[in-house]
């Protein structure tokens, strides 16, 4: 037991800078906070209004009740300290509604353990994954409900955890210029341990608005979420189109607790090929380790298609 504990609590130590430029140190699970999709962490997060991008469900699952099309995504992180961050998911419209299945997983490897207060250690692997299904339909013209139900397993040194969550949203999208989304994410999230003890994921709410300009080659995010354990914190992003298939972005975050600003930068690149539309994005994010900043690379490539 008391090796467990000393465990838990090495990691918890190791991952809190890992995950403080997202805004998800404190609480079980951070890695289900870190995001998906280049495009929408290229714009900070604010992406809960959005209806148009494959990782939409992650984000917002009443959203796929708009899709027109079938999808797949996925996106890769180049992190530093042996980490790894990817996300893949499927989505795909159908009469009754749209559905999509969605995994994330993060690693580590090489963590320092020690039994004792002495120089010696032992290594070992973290290994955290969701899988989420999400179902999401119009019930009104242009206003949707969506639901996500997520299984989440981890594994760290040899112990394990296994929990349940679940994301409520809803979207409204009022015109071809505005809309609005509201989501309830991880609500009555937990994880059992093998040890016994049970984690709460922190309940988190977020809304946001989407403006569109210029028949939507100008796109501007905002959006405002609650974080049961770290309080208030607000994102904005903005989206241009230019020379028709290639999109520039920006984002900027900032904690109403923690008085800290955050930036993002990214781009992408939208093509139709055939009965296919493949869209390729980048994201620039930064990271802090105590007092030095590292470099976060995300990429995500989209395809879209009729069935």
């Known amino acids: 037991m008391k090796k467990t504990l000393l465990a838990i609590l090495l990691i918890l130590a190791s991952f809190v800078p890992v995950f403080a430029i997202f805004g998800t140190a404190g609480g079980a699970a951070p890695f289900l906070r870190t995001g998906a999709g280049a495009r929408a962490l290229s714009l900070s997060g604010a992406f809960t209004a959005y209806y148009d991008d494959a990782t939409c469900p992650y984000w917002n699952p009443a959203s796929i009740g708009l899709f027109k099309q079938a999808s797949v995504s996925s996106m890769f992180s180049w992190l530093t300290q042996e980490r790894s961050y990817s996300f893949f998911n499927a989505a795909f419209p159908s009469e009754y509604g749209s559905f999509a299945l969605n995994l994330i997983n993060f690693s580590a490897g090489q963590i320092e353990g020690r039994l004792t207060d002495t120089s010696n250690f032992y290594t070992f692997t973290d290994s955290e994954s969701a899988y989420f299904m999400t179902y999401g339909r119009q019930i009104f013209k242009n206003i949707c409900v969506g639901l996500n139900l997520k299984y989440i397993r981890e594994s760290l040194d040899t112990y394990g ?29 937990n994880l059992l341990w093998t040890t016994g003890l049970n984690e709460k994921i922190p309940l988190l709410m977020r ?46 975050s900032y904690g109403a607790s923690s008085y800290a600003f955050d930036y993002t930068f990214g781009g992408g690149l939208k093509y139709a090929f055939g009965n296919f539309i493949f869209q390729l994005d980048y994201c620039f994010m930064k990271e802090e380790f105590y007092t030095v900043f590292e470099a976060n690379h995300k990429i995500s490539l989209d395809v879209y298609f009729d069935i």
Do not use: C, P
């Open 161 to 189: 955890a296994n929990g349940l969550s679940a994301d409520l949203g809803a979207l409204i999208k009022f015109n071809d210029f505005v809309s609005f989304g509201l989501v309830f994410q991880d609500l009555a999230g």
């Open 207 to 252: 809304m946001g608005t989407l403006l569109r300009f210029m028949d939507g080659d100008i796109k501007w995010s905002l959006d405002a979420e609650d974080n049961e354990f770290e309080g208030v914190s607000f994102k904005s992003g903005i989206e241009a189109v230019m020379i028709k298939i290639i999109s520039l972005r920006a984002g900027v």
